[in-house]
């Protein structure tokens, strides 16, 4: 039977989670699943706040010593046996913990909802993304064209504010500009610029996307924001129809997220000397 402590904690460990992803931030959700006590019982940590406990202070510890290696990691969730990362802990070697990343879902606005635009909102949302299309053109944003009722249609009075209204704070969000143009490019562009978005790409030609950054440069753009814009857009796959080109697009988005390199694994191997023989 819980204790009235046990539920306190649960309570706020509750409104912890639901402030953490209010507030766009990363914590971790720790869970006893396998032990001899406690089996059930909750760490959560974020930052320098612990909420909770796992029945024993030198498991606490230990736990909170390895949270910052499994945010590193950027997996969603992991089950780690405690004989691997505290084996001192001989109390706990059979016991097992559930890591869990607690952040908001991952975000995709889309500034354009012709070929490409429409075929990024699609492969996102099997991805998992929360999607967001906007177009100043009423009827390129229709559930005719968009039936997936996850994917948010935002009609354009005005792309600045639609953007930056729908961007919000930036965190957890990518944005990726496909407009019909270099003028609703910019305009965009200017948009993101105030937000701060965790990554933005740019379609188009070298050229296209060059004329784009010097005008918002010579605006007074900073160059570190400017840095971090993508251009051309996604990952070399050889694309060529708007599917494949969403495709490569997303998997770029996907490597930003998860820290990878966006190499051929095969690649990779060899060049670390493994894959021979």
């Known amino acids: 039977m819980s204790s009235a402590n046990d539920r306190s904690h649960s309570t706020e460990i ?126 390129f944003v229709t559930r005719q064209r968009f039936p997936d009722p996850h994917i948010k249609l935002v009609a354009a009075a005005d792309w600045f504010e639609a953007v930056r209204e729908v961007v919000s704070d930036g965190l957890g969000v990518s944005v990726v500009i496909v407009t019909r143009g270099h003028s609703e490019d910019e305009v965009c562009m200017r948009a993101v610029m105030t937000n701060g978005a965790d990554y933005i790409g740019l379609i188009g030609s070298k050229r296209r996307i060059r004329i784009v950054l010097d005008r918002l440069r010579e605006a007074g753009a900073q160059a570190e924001i400017l840095d971090k814009v993508r251009g051309p857009i996604g990952l070399d796959i050889g694309a060529v129809t708007p599917e494949e080109v969403a495709l490569a697009i997303m998997a770029e988005i996907v490597a930003v997220r998860r820290g990878g390199e966006g190499g051929s694994l095969s690649k990779l191997k060899k060049g670390k000397g493994e894959g021979k023989g």
């Open 14 to 139: 509750a409104e912890r989670i639901t402030r953490t992803i209010s507030n766009g931030t990363i914590a971790t959700l720790v869970t006893l699943i396998q032990g001899e006590t406690n089996v059930g019982a909750k760490l959560f940590v974020e930052q320098d706040r612990v909420l909770g406990s796992l029945g024993s202070a030198e498991l606490n510890q230990a736990v909170v010593s390895r949270v910052p290696s499994f945010v590193e990691g950027r997996d969603d969730m992991a089950v780690l046996n405690v004989r691997d990362f505290a084996p001192a802990l001989g109390d706990f070697a059979g016991a097992q913990l559930l890591f869990e990343r607690i952040q908001r879902e991952p975000r995709l606005v889309i500034c354009g909802a012709g070929h490409v635009g429409a075929a990024l909102a699609n492969v996102a949302s099997l991805l998992g993304y929360q999607s967001t299309v906007i177009d100043d053109r009423q009827e």
